[in-house]
Nanobody
Framework: QVRLVESGGGSVQAGGSLRLSCAAS????????MGWFRQVPGKERERVAA????????AYADSVKGRFTISQDNAKTTMSLQMNSLQPEDTAMYYC??????????????????????WGQGTQVTVSS
């Protein structure tokens, strides 16, 4: 089976840090663009960060640039989102996602939630002031 499982969420004070992890089960990230999204009840899902299948190019939402970093391990079975300088506005359910891409997209981060077809179950991040 093909699954993504997030972990690492929790409750922190403003200015703190968390590191989220996304573990692949049944596949590796080779050939897949990866992304992190977040969602607050009543609002649409927002792309936080994305990484190309090759791992060489990344993209970030303006709201998290300079604070969040997306990465993969060398085995391409674990993806991480390092979140620093967290603010209350970062409070959300965070999801990792994967998209099967062709060779012509190997260096392209995918920006839209509709681009992704494999999703994790989510992990809650709560930031208090």
């Amino acid at each position: 089976q093909v699954r993504l499982v997030e972990s690492g969420g929790g409750s922190v004070q403003a200015g703190g840090s968390l590191r989220l992890s996304c573990a692949a089960s049944g596949f590796t990230f080779s050939g897949y663009a990866m992304g992190w999204f977040r969602q607050v009840p009543g609002k649409e899902r927002e792309r936080v960060a994305a990484i190309a299948a090759s791992g060489v190019n990344t993209a970030y939402a303006d709201s998290v640039k300079g604070r969040f970093t997306i990465s993969q391990d060398n085995a391409k079975t674990t993806m991480s989102l390092q979140m620093n300088s967290l603010q209350p506005e970062d409070t959300a359910m965070y999801y990792c996602a994967a998209a099967d891409v062709g060779w012509w997209q190997t260096h392209t981060p995918l920006l839209r939630s509709a681009d992704y077809n494999i999703w994790g179950q989510g992990t809650q991040v709560t930031v208090s002031s």
